[in-house]
């Protein structure tokens, strides 16, 4: 096979700045990163023919008579891990193939290849810009706040400005743009938007993301976690997605002579999004704690309805600028930032399409706070709710043909059975909540 100028280009960067190990990144099912390191003798037999693992120890891959996977680097991912300052380092991500050379099932990275193939056939790009949110806390062991802080707040209540300094750094020295940095809602809470690429670039930078800013935390002796809930009674962590669809240079959601300036694309696509909510949710919140951040009160969306501007809707549809037809886009508020991006923006993207290519009815907007509806009438009015638990989640992605056949057999069914797991193991643990108010009483 023909090399190309890309693996060209990542043999001679490794040569003139004397790297000598490279690491190859790929995910598991569940969206953790994986890794493994090789030297830089090795790299252009890698970059051609691939480097062999043992795929049964990486949950949801394979069993052990059928362990062997092939990891091949892409070369376009190719960056220099920033903070590995004594011996430079570089990474890449990878597809992971079977040893005949074929996409293997169970890559995630694969999943979201072939939902983005199915959009080019249809002519369109893909565009995800995800809003990560975390906290920073003393130490795993004691999860304590560092500040107090709130929204948008300036220090000396933000004790965090340098931490997220040195993320951005780090960021933006492996080519992932930053758009901006703010304090959050809850104390301890922090936000750094990327700006938004195409969705396999994205689903790549959110690992990187994800790495980057704990690799920071450690650094400097605290802890990041993207848990979506791990404390009550202040907001989650959530990943907001703003999405939107182009036909090469243009944006198919924009439409200038729409009332709302949204094309029939955008409210079809909508109208998918919808339409398999409830049954997507399990990908998009897949831990037990991912449910406890979806209850009223604190901004995460509960119900399955879209609007403009307002908040409290599953789709928001934020205000069109003039003259910035290129940021017409949906945000997608469900999804929290411990989800596999991968599979999360696959099966987001599988959603739109059926809208699109069934043209489906893009329902009324939610305008009032949905919140203070009666179930009566938010019933009346047609709005579902999203799932209540991770076993609610469980029932309805099993059922769904268009998750099925989002994720493919392999994926659903390890996903579905690694989640009941997770269920079953919640369900017989006897929680703090159960001991304080039953064992005084009962
Ligand atoms: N056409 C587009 N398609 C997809 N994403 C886009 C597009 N245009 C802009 N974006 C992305 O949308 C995101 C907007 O983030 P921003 O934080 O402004 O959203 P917000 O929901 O208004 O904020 P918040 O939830 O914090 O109140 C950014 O990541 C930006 O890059
Ligand atoms: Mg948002």
Redesign the pocket.
Same mark, same amino acid.
Request: hydrophobic share 40%.
């Given at each position: 096979m023909a090399r190309t100028d890309e693996a060209d280009y990542v043999l001679r960067t490794v040569e003139e700045r004397g790297i000598r190990f490279i690491r190859l990144w790929f995910t598991d099912v569940l969206g953790f990163l994986k890794a493994f390191t090789i030297t830089s003798q090795e790299l252009e037999g890698a970059l051609a023919e691939g480097m062999g693992f043992d795929g049964s120890s990486i949950e949801g891959f394979s069993r052990i008579q059928e362990s062997d996977m092939v990891a091949i680097p892409d070369p376009s991912t190719f960056q220099v891990i920033p903070w590995r300052t004594e011996l430079p380092v570089a990474r890449m991500f990878c597809d992971v193939v079977t040893p005949d050379g074929v996409p293997f099932d169970g890559d995630p990275r694969w999943v979201l290849k072939r939902q983005l193939a199915r959009a080019a056939d249809l002519g369109y790009t893909f /565009?995800?810009?995800? @809003?990560l949110e975390f906290f920073y806390f003393r130490s795993v062991e004691d999860p304590a706040f560092l500040d107090q802080g709130g929204y948008f707040d300036e220090t000396p209540l933000d004790v965090a400005t340098d931490y997220r300094k040195r993320t951005v750094q780090y960021l933006e020295a492996m080519g992932i743009p930053v @758009? /901006?940095v %703010?304090h @959050?809602v809850a104390p301890s809470q922090h936000?750094i938007?990327? +700006? /938004?690429t195409d969705a396999l670039t994205m689903a790549d930078d959110v690992m990187a993301y994800r790495l980057t800013v704990k690799e920071v935390a450690q650094e400097f002796g605290i802890y990041a976690t993207f848990m979506p809930k791990p404390v009550a009674g202040v907001n989650g962590s959530g990943m %907001?997605t %703003?999405?939107?669809l182009?036909e090469g240079d243009r944006?198919a959601?924009f439409d200038a002579t729409d009332e709302y300036h949204l094309s029939k694309t955008a409210k079809t696509f909508i109208a998918g999004l919808l339409e398999h909510a409830p049954d997507l949710t399990l990908v998009t919140n897949q831990w037990v704690n991912s449910y406890k951040r979806l209850v009223p009160g604190y901004e995460a969306p509960v119900y399955v309805c879209w609007a403009r501007r307002n +908040?409290s809707a599953l789709v +928001?549809v934020?205000q069109y600028k003039p003259g910035k037809e @290129?940021?017409? +886009?949906i945000?997608y508020?469900s999804p929290d930032a411990a989800c596999n991006p991968y599979l999360a923006f696959a099966v987001m993207l599988a959603a739109g399409l059926d809208g699109v290519e069934r043209e489906l009815e893009l329902p009324p907007e939610a305008s009032n706070n949905i919140y203070e509806m009666s179930d009566a009438d938010r019933r009346a009015a047609g709005i579902r709710s999203l799932p209540e638990d991770l076993h609610d989640a469980i029932v309805l992605a099993e059922r769904s043909d268009l998750v099925r056949r989002a994720l493919g057999d392999h994926v659903h069914e390890y996903l579905i059975r690694n989640k009941r797991a997770e269920w079953d193991a919640f369900k017989a643990e006897v929680t703090p909540f159960e001991l304080r108010r039953y064992l005084p009483i009962l």
């Amino acid at each position: 096979m023909a090399r190309t100028d890309e693996a060209d280009y990542v043999l001679r960067t490794v040569e003139e700045r004397g790297i000598r190990f490279i690491r190859l990144w790929f995910t598991d099912v569940l969206g953790f990163l994986k890794a493994f390191t090789i030297t830089s003798q090795e790299l252009e037999g890698a970059l051609a023919e691939g480097m062999g693992f043992d795929g049964s120890s990486i949950e949801g891959f394979s069993r052990i008579q059928e362990s062997d996977m092939v990891a091949i680097p892409d070369p376009s991912t190719f960056q220099v891990i920033p903070w590995r300052t004594e011996l430079p380092v570089a990474r890449m991500f990878c597809d992971v193939v079977t040893p005949d050379g074929v996409p293997f099932d169970g890559d995630p990275r694969w999943v979201l290849k072939r939902q983005l193939a199915r959009a080019a056939d249809l002519g369109y790009t893909f /565009y995800v810009g995800p @809003e990560l949110e975390f906290f920073y806390f003393r130490s795993v062991e004691d999860p304590a706040f560092l500040d107090q802080g709130g929204y948008f707040d300036e220090t000396p209540l933000d004790v965090a400005t340098d931490y997220r300094k040195r993320t951005v750094q780090y960021l933006e020295a492996m080519g992932i743009p930053v @758009e /901006y940095v %703010h304090h @959050e809602v809850a104390p301890s809470q922090h936000e750094i938007d990327l +700006r /938004y690429t195409d969705a396999l670039t994205m689903a790549d930078d959110v690992m990187a993301y994800r790495l980057t800013v704990k690799e920071v935390a450690q650094e400097f002796g605290i802890y990041a976690t993207f848990m979506p809930k791990p404390v009550a009674g202040v907001n989650g962590s959530g990943m %907001h997605t %703003h999405m939107s669809l182009f036909e090469g240079d243009r944006n198919a959601f924009f439409d200038a002579t729409d009332e709302y300036h949204l094309s029939k694309t955008a409210k079809t696509f909508i109208a998918g999004l919808l339409e398999h909510a409830p049954d997507l949710t399990l990908v998009t919140n897949q831990w037990v704690n991912s449910y406890k951040r979806l209850v009223p009160g604190y901004e995460a969306p509960v119900y399955v309805c879209w609007a403009r501007r307002n +908040r409290s809707a599953l789709v +928001r549809v934020p205000q069109y600028k003039p003259g910035k037809e @290129e940021a017409t +886009r949906i945000e997608y508020r469900s999804p929290d930032a411990a989800c596999n991006p991968y599979l999360a923006f696959a099966v987001m993207l599988a959603a739109g399409l059926d809208g699109v290519e069934r043209e489906l009815e893009l329902p009324p907007e939610a305008s009032n706070n949905i919140y203070e509806m009666s179930d009566a009438d938010r019933r009346a009015a047609g709005i579902r709710s999203l799932p209540e638990d991770l076993h609610d989640a469980i029932v309805l992605a099993e059922r769904s043909d268009l998750v099925r056949r989002a994720l493919g057999d392999h994926v659903h069914e390890y996903l579905i059975r690694n989640k009941r797991a997770e269920w079953d193991a919640f369900k017989a643990e006897v929680t703090p909540f159960e001991l304080r108010r039953y064992l005084p009483i009962l």
